[in-house]
């Protein structure tokens, strides 16, 4: 499809790892993102992961490519309340003129 | 740096108005991005401009929308008339196309409401 999917929803206590998937669809995209989402702000820049990388490690943050399913996850470690928002993940549609699309986005809630 | 500013924060508006949706780019970035953000259909790009220059408009609703870029440090998104169903949050992005990553900075947004 045209559309890259995330779940919705996904809740954890705190100190716990959270895990949130995502698939895209352009096998040719050179990077893949994540974003974070607090309340009334914009979307802030959390990690990014360049396409010929299958891990990336940045602090409590992990990124997994998986280039042939295109499947993308971010995992938190050690979750905590400050982490509760809504995280997006995003594509780079390099035959698109590089444009960026964004998933629907999966709100974190961390129950303390 | 001040980041991507926008204006207004807030905006509320009756139906047929023009409204008009203001974005000052980081200093230094080439590219900006108008996004916008609903319930129902999540974050959306509407359009945005290399260098001053429209590349890619097909998000854009309809002829009711429109966007400039007339310098380097400025846009606007402008919606006229107005409609009860374009309220949404409008957000304005920039990055640049000469660092490898190209990473896009928002600004905080601009909540819209079509009464």
């Known amino acids: 499809g045209e559309d890259v999917e995330q779940s919705l929803f996904l809740s954890v206590r705190e100190g716990d790892s959270s895990v949130i998937n995502c698939t895209y669809t352009?096998?040719?995209?050179?990077?893949l993102y994540w974003y974070k989402q607090e309340p009334g702000a914009g979307l802030q820049l959390l990690t990014y992961?360049?396409?010929?990388?299958d891990m990336k490690q940045d602090q409590r943050l992990t990124v997994l490519l998986n280039k042939k399913d295109k499947h993308l996850s971010l995992r938190i470690a050690d979750t905590q309340t400050g982490d509760s928002a809504i995280y997006f993940c995003?594509?780079?549609?390099?035959?698109?003129?590089?444009?960026?699309?964004f998933g629907q986005g999966t709100e974190l809630s961390v129950k303390p | 740096d001040a980041g991507v500013i926008q204006s207004p924060r807030h905006e509320v508006t009756e139906m047929g108005q023009e409204v008009t949706l203001r974005c000052k780019p980081i200093?230094?970035?080439?590219?900006l991005f108008w996004y916008r953000q609903t319930m129902m259909r999540g974050l959306e790009l509407l359009i945005y401009?290399?260098?001053?220059?429209?590349?890619?408009d097909s998000g854009m609703p309809e002829d009711r929308f429109s966007a400039k870029m007339p310098n380097a440090s400025f846009s606007t998104l402008k919606i006229q008339p107005s409609e009860p169903r374009d309220s949404a949050v409008y957000f304005c992005?920039?990055?640049?196309?000469?660092?490898?990553?190209?990473?896009?900075?928002f600004g905080s947004g601009t909540q819209l409401s079509v009464l």
């Open positions: 992005a920039s990055t640049s196309t000469a660092t490898f990553d190209e990473k896009l900075f």
């Open positions: 352009d096998s040719s995209s050179t990077y």
């Open positions: 992961i360049f396409s010929n990388m």
């Open positions: 995003a594509e780079r549609r390099d035959n698109q003129g590089g444009k960026l699309i």
């Open positions: 200093s230094g970035h080439n590219s």
């Open positions: 401009f290399n260098n001053n220059v429209p590349i890619d």
